[in-house]
């Protein structure tokens, strides 16, 4: 009876410290959680050469989502029904943000918008992936803003996720004269520890003729099933880059936008798999406001998928999808618009390039 009563006690006491332990973490995730404010200015850093942007000249953009720098093709995540939640090694976080920079300059890019651009990461090694891209575009003006600033995430618990830093980055070889950082409605609940601190940012360029072109890099929600709040996203978003078109200036968004971007891509990449995902829901054309539209005419006439769930290693049996595109003003004219199909090589994501003019 005394071996019994002095066993259950030194279970009920491993019982109690587990419970602190467990409460006490939870506890920290709550408490150290903060949103950074919105309206904060960011720091332009760089030295781009032209002054302005000039009317009826051809320019050239990408957006890519990087996927912190870890998606290699064989790379799954815990998050898509994977396994994985660091990169492969440090070496291949490097490599991969190497080969997102080498991928952008093949196109000769006036701006670049990168998403999911980690600065101080577990998930990456720590390693400062914007300050790499940097590097890689030397002569263009650059501008981050912080999406992700998370507490120690111990799941999944064989390799905790840890903390992430992490962000939007907006390259441009045309003087950045300011850029904002806006802070987008996301979740309040307990899904708030997963939402993280999603933003757009906005970098202002002067024009030849006393306009601005304002330029918008996003990254919207992708793992929150509440429809309103995506919809306040796009709304915040969109009557943005409305006001900025009816004050005379020129506007494009690059970004991730986690809605099937041309509405149907879903269907057509993927006619025999069922896979429903709240990131791949139609994008709301419904809220594109009067002077602004999608990108969405590709040159080349062909529908390449922009992102793939990483619940396996990349395979003709992947699910994929177009997520990934330009949003315009109707004085910015489209001359080429292509998906890159770059067998998802270094991220889970392909870059849209697209060429324009200022009219």
């Known amino acids: 009876m ?30 150290s959680y903060s949103r950074i404010e919105d309206n904060k200015a960011i720091e332009v850093k760089g030295d781009a050469k032209a002054k302005t942007a000039q009317l009826g000249k051809t320019y050239t953009a990408v957006t890519y989502n990087i996927g912190f720098g870890a998606y290699t093709p064989d790379f799954t995540f815990f998050m898509d029904g994977g396994t994985q939640s660091w990169a492969n090694s440090e070496q291949s976080v490097k490599d991969c943000t190497n080969g997102v920079a080498r991928t952008a300059l093949n196109e000769k890019p006036d701006l670049v918008f990168y998403q999911e651009v980690d600065t101080d990461s577990t998930r990456s090694y720590h390693i400062d992936e914007a300050e790499m891209l ?18 120690f ?42 939402d993280l601190d999603r933003c757009y940012s906005v970098s202002r360029i002067d024009t030849d003729n006393g306009k601005a072109l304002v330029v918008y890099n996003v990254h919207a929600s992708a793992y929150i099933k509440d429809p309103k709040i995506l919809e306040n996203q796009f709304k915040m978003l969109l009557g943005d880059m409305a006001g900025e078109y009816k004050k005379g200036n020129y506007v494009i968004c690059g970004g991730d936008f986690n809605h099937d971007f041309t509405g149907d891509s879903r269907k ?18 419904e809220m594109l406001p009067d002077g602004i539209s999608k990108a969405v005419d590709y040159s080349d006439g062909k529908l390449t998928p922009t992102t793939r769930n990483c619940d396996i290693p990349y395979s003709e049996k992947s699910f994929t999808v177009i997520l990934d595109g330009f949003l315009t003003s109707d004085n910015v004219k489209v001359s080429y618009l292509k998906n890159i199909d770059t067998g998802f090589r270094y991220s889970d994501h392909n870059p849209v390039v697209m060429k324009f003019e200022l009219e």
């Open 134 to 151: 940097r590097k890689s575009f030397g002569g263009y003006n650059s501008a981050f803003a912080q999406n992700y600033h998370s507490a």
């Open 268 to 285: 057509k990449l993927n006619p025999d798999n069922n896979e429903e995902h709240s990131w791949a829901s139609p994008f709301p054309d």
């Open 153 to 194: 995430l111990m799941y999944p618990l064989l390799q905790p996720h840890g903390a992430s830093n992490s962000g939007l980055l907006t390259l441009s070889d045309m003087k950045i004269n300011s850029s904002l950082r806006r802070s987008l409605p996301i979740a309040t609940d307990i899904m708030k520890i997963v």
């Open 2 to 31: 005394r071996i019994f009563k002095r066993i259950l006690k030194i279970l009920l006491a491993v019982i109690l410290v587990l419970v602190i332990i467990v409460g006490s973490y939870v506890a920290y995730v709550f408490i």
